[in-house]
C-alpha cells in the first residue's frame, strides 16, 4: 500500500496566478511600457511635477535665518528645518517633530489615500516627468520600443541605448549633487566640487555611488521601487478604510464588460439590443498603468494613485459618448453607494493626537531659550590641592548659541564664596550664530568651604545681550 500521494495520482499542477503586476509566471521580470495619456489628471499632476523638482532643487539652496531651509548634517550634528535648528542636545525636540511628521503621513494617508505616491513622490514625478520623456524622445513610442528590446542587438539599438543612458547618467549625476547637498550644504558641496579629487576622495566615491543608484534606480529598477522596495505600500492596507480617497473602476456601472463598437453602443442605449456595462474591455487603463495593473480587479497594492487610468478611461468614455467618471477618484463606501466620512473614529484620534504632538513641539521649541549650556569635569584627577590649601577642580562648561546673532559671555563663579575662576583662553568668550565652544575652567575653592567631601558650586553665564544664565555644579574636595 503506497503511504504517499505521488504527482501521478494528482497530475500535473496549474501554475500559480502571477502575484505581481512586473513578474512572469516563471519569476522572471516583466517589462513595462506604459503609454502616455494625456487628460487633464496628467497636465495637472505635469504643472505641480516640474514645480516640486523645483522646489527640491532650491531646498538646500535657499536660506532661512542664516542656514539652508533643509540641512542634514551628521557630521556636525546639526540639522536645520525650514528655520528650526537643531542639535543633539534636543532630542525631545527631535523625537516630537519626527514623531509628528509620521503621524502627519498617516492621518494623510486615512484620507486621501495615496495621493502622495502619484503627485508628489520624487520617484514618480522625476521617473514620469523626466526620465520616461527622454526615453519616449530617443526610443520612440511603446509599442516601438518594445519590439526593438526584444530583438536582436543591431546598430540602431546600440546608438539609442547609448544615448539614453548618457543622457540619464548627467542628469542622475546632477541629481546626486542635489541630494547630498541635502547634508552636506551648497556652499561646502561646490568648494569640494572646485578642489582636486584626492583632498576629497571620500565625497568623490559617496557621489559616485549615489549617481550610480540613482541612474540604476531610474534607468532599471523603475516601477520595482514603488511594488516592491517602497514600504509605503505594504501599510496601506493598515493606514486606509473604507473612507479613503482611492482611485478605483466603478463595476456597478461598468459591468458587465463588453468589447463593441459606437455603433453598438447606440443600439443599446436606444433599447434595439441588450444593455452592456459602460466598460468597453478596450484595456486603455492597463495599457496606461505604470505599474502594470489592471484597476479594474479592485484595489491593490501596486496602484500608486498616478491617475493615467482615469485619463485614458476619460478619453474612451469621450469617443463613445459617455459619461466620464467609470474610473475616477473615489472610495469604497462611495462605490457601495454610501456617504463618505471624512470625520470617523480613526481619523478623529489621529488629529487630536498630531495637535496634540504640534503643540507639545511648539512649546518645547519656543521655551528652549537662545543658549544651551553643559557643564561637565575634566578627565583626570578630581581635584587638586594647592600649596596654600586651596582646592582646584578643572571643569568644561560647553556652551551652544542658538540665535542667529553672534555674543559673547564670560563665567563668575557666585558659590562658594571667596571662590576664583580662571579661564583657560579668551575671556569673554566669543560666539557665532549656532556655534559651540567648549571652555575650560581652573575653579579655586578655599579650603573652608568644604565641610563634606563636596560643595554646591553656582556659576552666572553673562551674555553680551544682557542674558543671564545661571548653574550647578558639584565641587569635590577631599573628606574630612
Not at 544615448?163 to 546626486?176: D, E
Request: proline letters at 5%; one cysteine or more; aromatic letters at 12%.
Amino acid at each position: 500500500m503506497k503511504s504517499f500521494v505521488s504527482i501521478e495520482d494528482i497530475g500535473i499542477l496549474e501554475a500559480p496566478e502571477e502575484v505581481l503586476s512586473t513578474m512572469t509566471k516563471d519569476g522572471k521580470r516583466k517589462w513595462l511600457y506604459p503609454i502616455e495619456s494625456k487628460g487633464s489628471f496628467y497636465w495637472k499632476r505635469l504643472a505641480l511635477g516640474w514645480g516640486l523638482i523645483a522646489f527640491f532643487v532650491l531646498l538646500p539652496i535657499i536660506r532661512i535665518n542664516g542656514k539652508p531651509a533643509i540641512l542634514l548634517d551628521f557630521i556636525n550634528r546639526e540639522f536645520a528645518i525650514f528655520g528650526m535648528t537643531f542639535f543633539p542636545t534636543d532630542t525631545f525636540l527631535l523625537m516630537v517633530f519626527g514623531i509628528a511628521a509620521l503621524l502627519s503621513i498617516v492621518i494623510f494617508t486615512a484620507l486621501f489615500g495615496r495621493v502622495w505616491c502619484g503627485w508628489g513622490c520624487p520617484q514618480t514625478v522625476y521617473l514620469e516627468f523626466v526620465y520616461r520623456p527622454i526615453e519616449r524622445w530617443i526610443e520612440g513610442k511603446e509599442h516601438v520600443r518594445k519590439k526593438r528590446n526584444e530583438g536582436p542587438w543591431t546598430w540602431d539599438k546600440i546608438w539609442r541605448r547609448s544615448l539614453r543612458f548618457a543622457i540619464y547618467g548627467v542628469i542622475s549625476l546632477a541629481l546626486a549633487n542635489v541630494f547630498v547637498s541635502y547634508f552636506v550644504g551648497w556652499e561646502r558641496l561646490l568648494l569640494w566640487m572646485t578642489q582636486p579629487p584626492a583632498q576629497h576622495w571620500g565625497f568623490f566615491l559617496m557621489m559616485a555611488i549615489t549617481t550610480g543608484l540613482i541612474l540604476y534606480d531610474f534607468g532599471y529598477f523603475r516601477e520595482q521601487m514603488c511594488t516592491i522596495a517602497c514600504p509605503y505600500a505594504r501599510f496601506q492596507s493598515v493606514l486606509m478604510d473604507e473612507d479613503s480617497l482611492i482611485v478605483s473602476y466603478d463595476p456597478n456601472r461598468g459591468e458587465p464588460r463588453a468589447r463593441r463598437s459606437k455603433k453598438k453602443i447606440k443600439q443599446e442605449l436606444a433599447g434595439e439590443i441588450e444593455a452592456k456595462g459602460d466598460c468597453i474591455d478596450c484595456f486603455a487603463c492597463v495599457r496606461t498603468c505604470p505599474t502594470g495593473i489592471d484597476i479594474r480587479d479592485g484595489l491593490q497594492m501596486e496602484c500608486v494613485a498616478c491617475t493615467q487610468c482615469i485619463d485614458a478611461c476619460d478619453s474612451i468614455m469621450d469617443k463613445i459618448e459617455k459619461t466620464r467618471g467609470l474610473i475616477r477618484y473615489t472610495s469604497e463606501r462611495e462605490l457601495e453607494h454610501k456617504k463618505t466620512r471624512a470625520v470617523r473614529p480613526r481619523t478623529v484620534v489621529y488629529g487630536v493626537l498630531l495637535v496634540a504632538l504640534v503643540s507639545m513641539f511648539a512649546i518645547a521649541f519656543t521655551s528652549r531659550g537662545s543658549y544651551d549650556i553643559n557643564v561637565g569635569r575634566n578627565v583626570g584627577e578630581p581635584f587638586t590641592v594647592l600649596q596654600d590649601g586651596r582646592i582646584t577642580n578643572r571643569l568644561r562648561f560647553r556652551v551652544r548659541n542658538l540665535k542667529n546673532t553672534p555674543v559673547s559671555f564670560e563665567i563668575q563663579v557666585i558659590e562658594p564664596a571667596n571662590t576664583e575662576t580662571r579661564i583657560i583662553g579668551v575671556s569673554p568668550t566669543p560666539l557665532a550664530p549656532f556655534e559651540m565652544k567648549r571652555v575650560e575652567a581652573f575653579v579655586i575653592i578655599p579650603e573652608t568651604a568644604f565641610i563634606e567631601d563636596d560643595v554646591e558650586g553656582v556659576f552666572n553665564l553673562i551674555f553680551d545681550d544682557s542674558t543671564t544664565k545661571t548653574v550647578t555644579f558639584p565641587l569635590l574636595g577631599p573628606s574630612k
